[in-house]
């Protein structure tokens, strides 16, 4: 069928009609449009005023089209691997939506739209997904309010270097603008809105132009530093068909190979630290994939060397004897030397904030030396602050620290000779002894409170591990929230045991990246919980219908201390500053007077729920029960009310 | 996890304090109702647990401290806590919080919890 325009033939024949019978019925007409006297003879007409029913006709659409530019972006998409598109709908990119819906979920290799509720929950889906996967997925917003919507959710994921494929509709043709509407959310630079925290961002003008940036967007995102990336595509390419002549080509996107550090810094790194009595290796981001995960625990070994895992990823085994997560300040105090990975903030290794003027406190000792090795360098915008305070580091190596990590391990190994190796090893037998007498310490700690109501946080984690321990899981929260109790009592030795932070710590992100992380994880069998705190839920508590709708197994235990906690004792430490109403601080940090019922409302969005639980003793039937119901590839929620931390 | 060893500072500060007490509690004249309720609405709680068992960011406060080093660390606490002067809590005040604290028995030690054995 031709794509050209056909004009309906009724509608022809109906003006036609309408001019004929106004000419044989009225004499002359006069023209002039203001109100004064026309000519002797000549008689003013006025338009017929159109019927009720003409009103209320809609405009019928004159076009059908067999082919479509929406249909050839998800040929690229597909291109690239992606295989899910997170959305809450919008009328700049209903092309695309069209073309997912009918040619990408309909043919193979499958692109998938999931419903959200809205854009910051579509973003930190991929943010989640993109962590358990290790590649992007795509979520698309609508053009102005939608972007405005998602922002934060990008920040976020900029702030945790991860990789997100983002599209927003555009409407940049004025004269194609239909209604208010569509100017209110009409901007000539969409992604400049974005651009401070997004690591690249196009506008293509065409499809062979979208095809090209497309696969840029993907190579840029997925070469370390990762990063959101985002392009913003005009409806009528979205929308109309393939342009005559030339048909566009997918372009596909490179293998890329993540940047090492130079040769000659790895050299001198192995030596500093196979010479070193105490060194310490922190690690953030430092194993990007499982595959990091090992080297890291290698080069440990090889050394015997202290680990501090700073928890944005999976870096190293929870109950491994070199790691020393747990007693962080001292290990730092005896240390040589210090080796960063992928460091989020190592101004705060090598300092302790002391007070609120501004003072700092040095944890290392005078001699200590200090190495950066991170990608980080290679890659930094000015205007957000997410780079941290400058740090004073005797060198900064520019390179991924996974990426790194075998050219250094094979320099260390042909440094080590039989001495050091006998220092290595009465080191590691003092690291494990130091690392199990912390662990019974905080066994012994998470004793206190046991048994009471509201549930304490210990209590909460050993409930959830019980039923997890024989599974292969992923707990997708960040866990700074729960005092991170999971790291000091669990047993994890897997990347994906721990999804890690929100980067930004912007509030909303558990509960979507969580269920990104679920749908990741749903190909692999694996059990994904997430414990969230409330007010993080109340963001965005639509998720639970995503969850519910697409039938992506998850069970969150809310973390239901019934406040923003944390903005709690900061306000409680200004009333105490200036020494009044520290009995008022629950105002504006409390969530009480109701209390929420986060059960119920889960249940009204098609979650099985449980709660309020705020007896101890029922939390782990509870969860047994929560958990059956996820093994049979639902989501589930149990409402725990339990203390701050 | 920075906050866990400062917590884990103070705690050995308060048995080294408690040791070297080595005596009887020092009598306190308070009210443990109202010491609830301080307790709870003043914030203590929301760092050291309704019942004062500690939690991750802040120490049992049981067994307690012998009054003077209570005070010492409620008037000009150490690193993370904020201070609470005598406008904020009046020395009535710390006896009513004292009497409660002093009457919540410690929990389950955790070679009896089975759930913190693997």
């Known amino acids: 069928m031709s794509d050209k325009p056909r004009l309906g033939r009724r509608r022809f024949l109906q003006g036609a009609a309408l001019g004929g019978a106004a000419a044989a019925a009225t004499p002359v007409i006069a023209q002039t449009p203001d109100a004064s006297s026309p000519a002797p003879g000549v008689v003013r007409r006025t338009p017929p005023t159109p019927s009720l029913e003409e009103t209320m006709r809609p405009v019928p659409d004159l076009y059908t089209q067999s082919s479509s530019g929406g249909d050839f972006m998800v040929d690229c998409m597909r291109g690239l691997g992606i295989e899910y598109v997170a959305a809450t709908p919008g009328d700049s990119f209903k092309g695309l939506h069209e073309s997912i819906i009918n040619y990408g979920m309909t043919s193979d290799p499958k692109l998938t739209f999931i419903t959200t509720m809205h854009e910051e929950a579509s973003v930190a889906m991929a943010h989640g997904y993109a962590k358990i996967e290790g590649k992007p997925m795509a979520c698309m917003m609508h053009a102005a309010v939608g972007l405005q919507h998602g922002s934060m959710a990008i920040y976020n994921a900029w702030c945790d270097r991860v990789p997100i494929f983002m599209i927003s509709g555009a409407n940049l043709d004025a004269t194609r603008r239909g209604d208010k509407i569509d100017w209110l959310h009409a901007v000539n630079d969409g992604p400049g809105l974005v651009r401070d925290y997004t690591k690249w961002d196009d506008t293509p003008p065409s499809l062979q132009a979208f095809s090209e940036s497309a696969a840029r967007a993907y190579k840029f995102a997925m070469t370390p530093p990762y990063g959101p990336v985002l392009l913003a595509v005009d409806k009528p390419m979205q929308e109309g068909p393939l342009p005559e002549g030339r048909k566009p080509t997918v372009t596909r996107a490179p293998r890329t190979l993540p940047p090492q550090a130079d040769d000659a810094g790895l050299r001198e790194l192995a030596k500093a630290l196979v010479q070193a009595e105490n060194p310490v290796l922190v690690a953030d981001r430092a194993a990007r994939t499982p595959k990091g995960l090992m080297l890291m625990v290698e080069l440990a070994e090889l050394l015997q060397a202290a680990v501090i895992d700073m928890g944005a990823r999976m870096n190293f085994p929870w109950r491994h004897p070199l790691n020393q997560s747990a007693r962080r300040q001292a290990v730092l105090r005896e240390a040589d030397l210090v080796l960063g990975m992928e460091l989020t903030d190592f101004y705060t290794v090598i300092n302790t904030p002391a007070g609120m003027r501004g003072q700092t406190r040095r944890n290392l000792g005078p001699n200590c030396k200090t190495v950066s090795l991170s990608s980080i360098e290679f890659y930094m915008k000015a205007n957000y602050q997410d780079y941290e305070r400058m740090a004073d580091v005797d060198l900064s190596l520019a390179g991924d620290a996974e990426a790194s990590l075998p050219t250094l391990i094979e320099q260390v190994r042909l440094l080590v000779d039989a001495g050091r190796k006998s220092a290595f090893q009465a080191r590691g037998q003092k690291l494990a002894a130091a690392h199990k007498a912390a662990f019974n310490r905080s066994r012994q700690l998470a004793a206190a409170g046991w048994d009471d109501s509201p549930i304490s946080v210990p209590r909460m984690c050993m409930e959830l591990w019980e039923q997890l321990r024989h599974e292969d899981w992923t707990l997708a929260n960040p866990t700074t929230f729960q005092s991170d109790w999971p790291q000091q009592l669990w047993t994890a030795d897997r990347h994906h045991n721990l999804l890690g932070v929100a980067g930004g710590a912007g509030q909303g992100y558990t509960a979507p990246a969580s269920l990104g992380a679920a749908l990741a994880n749903k190909r692999h069998g694996r059990i994904t919980v997430a414990m969230n705190g409330d007010g993080d839920l109340m963001f965005g508590p639509g998720i639970l219908w995503t969850a519910a709708h697409e039938k992506i197994p998850i069970l969150y235990l809310v973390h239901n201390n019934r406040a923003w906690h944390q903005e709690t004792m900061l306000v409680q430490t200004v009333a105490n500053r200036r020494e009044r109403g520290i009995d008022r601080v629950k105002i504006g940090t409390a969530i009480t007077d109701p209390n929420i019922d986060y059960a119920k409302m889960a249940q009204s969005m098609g979650v099985f729920a449980i709660g309020p639980v705020t007896n101890p003793a029922d939390l782990g039937p509870a969860i047994k029960k929560a958990m059956a119901v996820v093994k049979a590839g639902e989501p589930a929620l149990i409402d725990v009310v339990s203390q701050g931390r | ?118």
């Open chain 2, 1 to 118: 996890m920075h906050i866990r060893a400062h917590a884990l500072l103070v705690l050995a500060l308060a048995l080294s304090a408690t040791a070297a007490a080595a005596q009887a509690p020092t009598p306190v004249n308070g009210d443990a109702t109202a010491g609830r309720r301080l307790f709870v609405d003043d914030g203590c709680a929301n760092c050291h647990g309704t019942r004062g068992l500690g939690s991750g960011v802040a120490p049992s406060l049981v067994p307690l401290l012998p009054r003077d080093a209570f005070v010492r660390q409620l008037r000009a606490p150490l690193r993370a806590m904020p201070a609470y002067t005598a406008a904020v809590v009046s020395e009535g005040q710390v006896d009513d919080m004292i009497a409660y604290l002093r009457s919540i028995k410690p929990g389950k030690p955790a070679a009896d919890i089975p759930l913190l054995h693997d």
